[in-house]
T-cell receptor, first 113, second 115 residues
């Protein structure tokens, strides 16, 4: 069964600290993996996308890694800011005719001053 | 570039009533998606359009949900009659094409509460 699991479910950190969010998937075939940020009351916004051959991708203070052998990905946030408070969703695409996305349940991050 | 527009932003109805949501995708985007996001969960795909044709509606509860994209641009999603478990955020997304490399751009969603 195609699944995307994320951990932790929620996380509270102090402003300025770093954190790492985890994503494990069992989607097959695999086309790409994205990390989305979803602010409260808004739709998800794409942060990074990685294909099978890529093992790291950065977007400002966000760095995503991908290990296609172990089917694991992580999102590292450096020097967190209050505006990083959001839900971070790992999304895997199996490609194919419909490009169906498999969404994780997300990690809810709260950055406190 | 304008983003994906959705309306209304919020809707409160009683069970067994009907409700409709509207979505206007990014100009030129051929693929349009409707998702249901229940609190604390990731979005679940309800239906996917390629232009005005349905590509995937396997998870759409067809006894009560319907969607159309008649002219291949904007789309409406209808629930008739609504149940309590339909309370969720309904997200619309669009992409240039339905290729795996294409990014899906999401609208702000419509938050539905069924009482």
């Amino acid at each position: 069964k195609n699944q995307v699991e994320q951990s932790p479910q929620s996380l509270i950190i102090l402003e300025g600290k770093n954190c790492t969010l985890q994503c494990n998937y069992t989607v097959s075939p695999f086309s790409n993996l994205r990390w989305y940020k979803q602010d409260t009351g808004r739709g998800p916004v794409s942060l990074t996308i990685m294909t099978f051959s890529e093992n790291t991708k950065s977007n400002g203070r966000y760095t995503a890694t991908l290990d296609a052998d172990t089917k694991q990905s992580s999102l590292h946030i450096t020097a967190s800011q209050l505006s990083d408070s959001a839900s971070y969703i790992c999304v895997v695409s199996g490609g194919g005719a419909t490009n169906k996305l498999i969404f994780g349940t997300g990690t809810l991050l709260a950055v406190q001053p | 570039e304008a983003g994906v527009a959705q309306s209304p932003r919020y809707k409160i109805i009683e069970k067994r009533q009907s409700v409709a949501f509207w979505c206007n995708p990014i100009s030129g985007h051929a693929t349009l998606y409707w998702y249901q996001q229940i609190l604390g969960q990731g979005p679940k795909l309800l239906i996917q359009f390629q232009n005005n044709g349905v590509v995937d509606d396997s998870q759409l509860p067809k006894d009560r949900f319907s969607a159309e994209r008649l002219k291949g641009v904007d789309s409406t999603l209808k629930i008739q009659p609504a149940k309590l478990e339909d309370s969720a955020v309904y997200l619309c997304a669009s992409s240039l094409e339905r290729l795996a490399k294409e990014t899906q751009y999401f609208g702000p969603g419509t938050r539905l509460l069924v009482l």
